[in-house]
């Protein structure tokens, strides 16, 4: 029903920036909220932000408070994450996902293939 793929990680030193963005494809997207989670190796895949498509209206994970900001273009049913400040903690592998809101994985039945952000120190 909804097909999702992201883009733009990559490398970058610690206290940089990198921008990462998720384009949208399917019927009903004004219902779900797109999400943002992260797994690094050997750890459990975690909550990053979320925002709903029908409405600017957003949530963060505290260890990305203040340097994530999420937003999302209806126009080109796209979702970004500006991530700025970054940590070598932030490495991971980033994924985008569209359900119903929540912080759990389990409240997101789409999900995209991932892409890898290494931040070096």
């Known amino acids: 029903q909804v097909q999702l793929v992201e883009s733009g990680g990559g490398l970058v030193q610690a206290g940089g920036s990198l921008r990462l963005s998720c384009a949208a494809s399917?019927?009903?997207?004004?219902?779900?909220?797109m999400g943002w989670f992260r797994q690094a190796p050997g750890k459990e895949r975690e909550f990053v932000a979320r925002i709903w498509w029908s409405a600017i209206s957003t949530d963060y994970a505290d260890s990305v408070k203040g340097r994530f900001t999420i937003s999302r273009d209806t126009t080109k049913n796209t979702a970004a994450l500006q991530m700025s400040s970054l940590k070598p903690e932030d490495t991971a592998v980033y994924y985008c996902?569209?359900?119903?809101?929540?912080?759990?994985?389990?409240?997101?039945?789409?999900w995209g293939r991932g892409t890898q952000v290494t931040v070096s120190s």
């Open positions: 399917g019927r009903n997207l004004s219902s779900f909220a």
């Open positions: 996902a569209a359900g119903s809101g929540e912080r759990r994985e389990s409240g997101y039945d789409y």
